[in-house]
C-alpha cells in the first residue's frame, strides 16, 4: 500500500472551532497511524473573507493541540496561476467550456434534454459554441454515475444527470473551490482527504475533475457534524468555542484532543488515550457515521482526569504563564515555578482546570497580611470560643524544632488530647485562619506548602481579627 498523504485544509475566513479540530485531528490520526505524511493547507482564496488574524490562530490552535505538520504549509492563493493552467488544459481537452449564460439558462437546458431522453445538441449553447470569455464550466458526463467508498459513510453513488456543469473559472478569472482543491490536493501528493460531511456532495464533481486530468482519486472519508445536546448546530453555550478559547479556559490540550477523538472514535469501552495510543490504536473502522453530540460535563471530567496525571512540574508553568497574563510579568514574579510546584500537587485532585487551580491556589501565593477571607467563614469559626484555642496551637507550633508533616500531625494529636476536645472543633477554624476559606487541601499537607513563617503569620492575622 502507498503510504498514506492526508491534509487539513481549513479556510481562514473564522477561528478553528472544535468541529474543524476534530476534522484535523482524525486527519492527523490517519496520517500518524499509517507512518505516513499530514499536511496543512490554508485555503484563503476568498480574499474578501479570509485574514491573516485567522490564518494565525488556526497555527496556533493546531500547535497546541500538537497536530504537527508535515512539510511547508501550502497557501491556496499563491497556486492561482497553476489552477488556471490546469483549467485551459481541460478546456483544450474538451473537458470545460467558456460559458456565457446564467446557471439558471444552463440548468434548464439540461434538463429539458434530459426530460426529452436525448443528449442535448447544445444548438447555439455554450457547450459546443467554442466561446472564447465567459465563466470556465466543466463538461460533466451526461450519463452514468460516479461512485466512491467513503471511509466513513460508506458507498456512495450519484447519477451524472444529477449533476450540473459546475463553474471552475469565475467571470473575473479566479478559480473555484472544487477546482483549486482537486489540483491542491493533487500536486500535494495528498491520496486521503479527510473533511466534514458538508463536503459530501463536492466529491462526486471533484472525482470527475480527477478522472478528466487523468490523476488517481484519492481516498474520500466525510466526518459527521458535532451537535449540541439539544441535537442542534452544536452553539456556543454548548461548547462551539474556539479551540483558542479552551486553551484560555485553561483547559489541557490532550484532553481536548481525547475527548474530540472519542466524538465519532471509538476503541471498546476505553475512554482515556493517550496521543500515541490514538495513534496506536486508530483506524477509520471505527468512526462512528452518525453525529455526535457535545457534552460539556463529559470533556470537564476528561480534563480533570488528565489535570490528576499530569507533571505537577509543567502545571507549575503554566500556572505561571496563567499568573503573568492576568496580572503581568513585574507582579508575577512574586511567586516562582517552584512555589507552584509544591502547590500543584496538592491541588490536582480537585481543580478542573489551570484557571481553576490558579484560583485555588490564590490563598498559598498571597503573603498573609493580603490574605482574603470568605466573611461568613470567619464569622462562623474565628469566634471569642476558637480564639484561645488557636493561640495555643500557634504557639505550639512556634515551638517545634521540626515543622514537618509528622511533627503537626502528633502535636494536633497531644493538643486535642490535651483540651479533651475532638478534631472537628479546631479542623475548620484552623482552615479558616490559614487559607481564609472553609475548603482547602488537607491540613497538614496545606500547612506544610504554606511553610512555618506562613502558617504562624496567617494564625497570628486571624487571631487579631
Ligand atoms: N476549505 C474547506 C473548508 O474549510 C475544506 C476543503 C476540504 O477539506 O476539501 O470547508
Redesign the pocket.
Known amino acids: 500500500m502507498n503510504k498514506i498523504v492526508s491534509r487539513?485544509?481549513?479556510?481562514p475566513t473564522g477561528y478553528l472551532h472544535i468541529g474543524?479540530a476534530r476534522t484535523a485531528l482524525f486527519s492527523w490520526l490517519l496520517a500518524r497511524a499509517s507512518g505516513g505524511e499530514f499536511r496543512l493547507r490554508i485555503?484563503d482564496t476568498d480574499r474578501a473573507r479570509s485574514s491573516q488574524e485567522a490564518t494565525n490562530a488556526i497555527i496556533d490552535s493546531m500547535k497546541w493541540l500538537g497536530l504537527e505538520h508535515d512539510g511547508e504549509i501550502v497557501f491556496q492563493s499563491d497556486n492561482a496561476d497553476r489552477h488556471n493552467a490546469v483549467i485551459d488544459q481541460l478546456i483544450e481537452t474538451g473537458h470545460a467550456y467558456y460559458c456565457e449564460c446564467s446557471k439558471e439558462a444552463v440548468d434548464a437546458m439540461r434538463e429539458k434534454a434530459m426530460k426529452e431522453r436525448r443528449k442535448p445538441k447544445y444548438d447555439g449553447s455554450c457547450r459546443e459554441s467554442g466561446l472564447k470569455s465567459g465563466v470556465v464550466r466543466f463538461k460533466t458526463p451526461l450519463e452514468g454515475t460516479t461512485a466512491f467508498k467513503d471511509m466513513v459513510k460508506g458507498p456512495i453513488a450519484v447519477e451524472n444527470t444529477e449533476l450540473d456543469d459546475m463553474i471552475l473559472r469565475r467571470a473575473d478569472g479566479s478559480p473555484t473551490?472544487n477546482l483549486a482543491?482537486v489540483v491542491d490536493d493533487h500536486d500535494m501528493g495528498v491520496n486521503n482527504?479527510m473533511?466534514?460531511d458538508?463536503?459530501v456532495n463536492?466529491t462526486p464533481r471533484q472525482i470527475l475533475i480527477y478522472r478528466a486530468m487523468g490523476w488517481d482519486v484519492p481516498e474520500f472519508g466525510h466526518v459527521p457534524m458535532i451537535l449540541g445536546p439539544d441535537k442542534k448546530k452544536l452553539s456556543k453555550r454548548h461548547g462551539a468555542l474556539s479551540v483558542m478559547e479552551y486553551e484560555k479556559m485553561g483547559y489541557l490540550p490532550e484532553a481536548v484532543t481525547n475527548y474530540l477523538a472519542r466524538l465519532g472514535w471509538s476503541h471498546g469501552d476505553q475512554e482515556l488515550f493517550t496521543m500515541d495510543e490514538m495513534v496506536e490504536l486508530f483506524s477509520t473502522d471505527n468512526l462512528g457515521n452518525s453525529p455526535s453530540v457535545f457534552d460539556l460535563t463529559k470533556f470537564e471530567w476528561v480534563n480533570g482526569q488528565y489535570m490528576q496525571r499530569a507533571d505537577p512540574e509543567r502545571l507549575a508553568g503554566m500556572l505561571c504563564d496563567f499568573l503573568t497574563r492576568e496580572v503581568g510579568e513585574e507582579e508575577a514574579k512574586s511567586v516562582s515555578k517552584s512555589d507552584f510546584a509544591k502547590i500543584a500537587p496538592l491541588l490536582q485532585p480537585r481543580a478542573k482546570s489551570i484557571v481553576d487551580m490558579l484560583e485555588q491556589s490564590r490563598p498559598f501565593i498571597v503573603d498573609a497580611g493580603f490574605l482574603p477571607y470568605d466573611e461568613a467563614a470567619v464569622k462562623k469559626f474565628l469566634t471569642d470560643e476558637t480564639k484561645p484555642l488557636l493561640e495555643d496551637i500557634a504557639s505550639r507550633i512556634e515551638a517545634l524544632d521540626e515543622y514537618s508533616e509528622q511533627t503537626l500531625e502528633d502535636l494536633h494529636r497531644q493538643f486535642l488530647e490535651d483540651k479533651d476536645i475532638k478534631f472537628k472543633v479546631i479542623a475548620q477554624p484552623i482552615r479558616v485562619a490559614i487559607v481564609g476559606a472553609t475548603k482547602s487541601p488537607g491540613l497538614f499537607e496545606t500547612m506544610m506548602v504554606l511553610g512555618k513563617t506562613q502558617t504562624l503569620a496567617r494564625l497570628k492575622r486571624a487571631i487579631e481579627l
Open positions: 487539513f485544509a481549513p479556510s474543524g485555503e473551490y482543491v482527504v473533511r466534514g458538508d463536503h463536492n
